[in-house]
């Protein structure tokens, strides 16, 4: 599996001046000022300030609450389980005075049952079923009453389209839908709350999404998404991390219909920053121009999962191999390990009776540790030894460095392989070679596989913004894009750690104070 990482800069150029503002009222929630008697007499208060009750009565189906997490909140209720109800609440007026593509979000949680958000002009009834000049919705799926139960709180994100032929003006408001919405009686209770309704136009001066594909991939049906994780419109300026062999291609889509978008593809994964950056230019027909930027920066060495081309079902960025490998699914995360595609692992699918193996390309930086994770389905029936072996020849005479059969019962869950190899010979490649012994399909996986650099890696180009060091009780947390050497001292200046990091590296310490140190950079940190 492909383990690449996408880290914004801290400091990254925004495409708007001014973030979007919200445009509905009292989205939190916190003002609410009207008292009124509900169904058993007492008093109650209605709904928020600048919302309005739709369907169901003030007191039963709408409530105050106040949340110790999130403060006042609007508890939304219905225990009616023999119908299936069209529950909804709205905004006072709003003005929609342009089209384009609005995003509404908001918290919940509870026992959540929700059907749509709609834009609706005037003070007629929201419609779910027909998209009108003045009625505009999309429904909300996957918080269906009785099996969206929540525990805790949970964003909700959905975007709505406005399209050119809408009649624009100053009274719509935006409706929610909720309550139960499918199933047979008796129905469960719908009894969640809400929270942070927030309603902005996006901008379509500039990008709705940016694809980083591998090299010469074609799409297929049921293929990954390689949508650029972490984007937004507003965010101009990526750094992608990789241990791509070629450089991925970049695409981009256009927040406006009609716009013109130009790409620059980067040249190089290594070198100077105009080779390694691609550069997008997105230009309205109006004329206004956007510039987004994804710099690609190599990681060290041959660091890397096992990235498939999904075509035909080959591991890429892998030098010569000899057999038939599978793309298998499985479950669990192996101790953390990041995928990029699902958690899929490889498999030597070869029938015949002999040796297959899978290499790596040249390690130009060496390789000081290399680990692996193996897992056995079948112990009884496929006791394929794997072999890990390397060589630094151009007609390879490979030595074995490691020898396993995993042929145990602790072979059955996945089981991580850690050796030392502490190799800067040049031309050095390792593979994994695959004994088999009977004609078999192949029940022993390999997965997440990384190789660690020889030595020590430098930091100049690192910042410390790009190194994320924080405390988890006593333990010292570090996340960096690519490896990097760290030093730990006491605030005494005694060294308690010197390692490498690479993603993220934990380290357990005693209550005080650390300084943390990464070439020229520092950091003090408080267990």
Not at 141 to 166: C, E, H, Q, R, Y
Not at 227 to 251: H, K, M, Q, R, W
Not at 500 to 525: A, C, H
Request: proline fraction near 4%.
């Amino acid at each position: 599996m492909k383990k690449f990482f996408i880290l914004t800069i801290a400091l990254c150029t925004l495409a708007l001046a001014v973030a979007a503002q919200n445009i509905v009222s009292n989205g939190n929630f916190e003002n609410w000022t009207y008292i009124h008697k509900n169904i058993a007499g007492a008093d109650s208060l209605a709904m928020p300030d600048n919302w309005l009750r739709g369907a169901g009565a003030l007191g039963v189906n709408y409530l105050q609450e106040n949340d110790v997490e999130r403060g006042k909140v609007l508890r939304l209720v219905d225990a009616d389980g023999a119908t299936v109800n069209a529950r909804r609440f709205s905004s006072t007026n709003i003005g929609i005075a342009e089209s384009g593509v609005y995003r509404v979000s908001f918290w919940v949680k509870g026992n959540v049952g929700l059907r749509a958000v709609v834009l609706v002009k005037g003070t007629g009834a929201p419609s779910t079923n027909t998209q009108s000049a003045t009625n505009h919705f999309t429904t909300i799926t996957g918080f269906v009453s009785g099996t969206a139960n929540l525990s805790s709180w949970t964003k909700v994100t959905a975007d709505i389209n406005v399209p050119t032929t809408a009649t624009l003006g100053e009274d719509y408001r935006l409706h929610l839908s909720w309550s139960i919405s499918t199933g047979t009686a008796p129905r469960p209770t719908v009894d969640f709350v809400v929270d942070d309704i927030v309603l902005q136009k996006l901008s379509d001066e500039g990008l709705n999404s940016i694809n980083i594909i591998p090299l010469n991939y074609t799409a297929t049906q049921g293929t990954p998404s390689f949508a650029l994780n972490g984007f937004s419109p507003e965010i101009l300026n990526y750094v992608f991390n990789t241990s791509y062999l070629d450089v991925p291609v970049v695409e981009a889509t256009p927040a406006r219909a009609g716009s013109q978008v130009s790409i620059t593809q980067a040249s190089s994964l290594t070198g100077a920053l105009a080779d390694r950056k691609a550069t997008i230019i997105v230009t309205t027909n109006d004329s206004k121009v956007t510039v987004y930027t994804v710099e690609f920066r190599k990681n060290p060495g041959f660091i890397s999962g096992i990235p498939w081309d999904i075509r035909n079902n080959t591991p890429v960025e892998w030098g010569e191999m000899a057999g038939v490998y599978t793309r298998n699914s499985s479950t669990g995360t192996n101790n953390n390990k990041f995928p990029t595609f699902g958690n899929t692992s490889l498999r030597c699918n070869a029938t015949s009776e002999t040796g297959f193996f899978i290499t790596t390309p040249v390690l130009e930086n060496g390789a000081s540790t290399l680990s692996f994770f193996v897992k056995n389905f079948n112990i009884v029936d496929d006791q394929t030894p794997v072999v890990v072996q390397k060589s630094d020849d151009e007609n390879p005479e490979w030595t074995e460095i490691h020898r396993l059969v995993p042929n145990t019962s602790d072979w059955l869950s996945w089981k991580e392989v850690i050796l030392t190899i502490n190799d800067n010979s040049p031309g050095l490649k390792i593979r994994f070679m695959f004994e088999k012994s009977i004609t078999t399909s192949g029940t022993v996986h390999i997965d997440d596989v990384e190789i660690r650099p020889f030595g020590a890696t430098a930091t100049d180009n690192i910042a410390m913004t790009d190194i994320h060091v924080y405390a988890a009780g006593n333990q010292l947390i570090i996340n960096s894009p690519q490896p990097v050497r760290y030093e730990v001292y006491t605030i005494n200046g005694v060294k308690v750690v010197e390692a490498m990091s690479s993603e993220r590296s934990s380290v357990t310490l005693e209550k005080g104070v650390y300084i943390v140190r990464s070439g020229n950079l520092s950091v003090k940190i408080v267990l």
